[in-house]
Nanobody, 124 residues
């Protein structure tokens, strides 16, 4: 079992940057593929980015490609989401999620473990 705790959310002006962190419990962190999702009230949870266990593979939603970067530090049991050139439409609650090492998934149902979420607000 994996427990995930996000941090680093906040308020930023359009064009600014934020870095989200997600700390995980457990001794088998490197065996999990990790993802970031986001949700706006009244809308479905949306895939943002994913990374494989050894960081060999990353995948991004078209809406964030070239602006966001997912990375992980297996020694620190932490996954990061660096968000640059933020836009007001990036405003959402951001969730990190983990799945056993069966390949990257872009769907909510593909992940077994979820954090509590971190609010990101981008003002225009």
């Amino acid at each position: 079992q994996v427990q995930l705790v996000e941090s680093g959310g906040g308020l930023v002006q359009a064009g600014g940057s934020l870095r989200l962190s997600c700390a995980a419990s457990g001794r088998t962190f490197s065996t999990y593929n990790l993802g970031w999702f986001r949700q706006v009230p009244g809308k479905e949870c949306e895939f943002v980015a994913a990374i494989s266990g050894r960081s060999r593979t990353t995948y991004y939603a078209d809406s964030v490609k070239s602006r966001f970067t997912i990375s992980r530090d297996n020694a620190e049991n932490t996954v990061y989401l660096q968000m640059n050139s933020l836009k007001p439409e990036d405003t959402a609650v951001y969730y990190c999620a983990a799945r056993p090492n069966n390949g990257i998934s872009t769907t909510v149902g593909g992940y077994a473990y979820w954090g509590q979420g971190a609010q990101v607000t981008v003002s225009s």
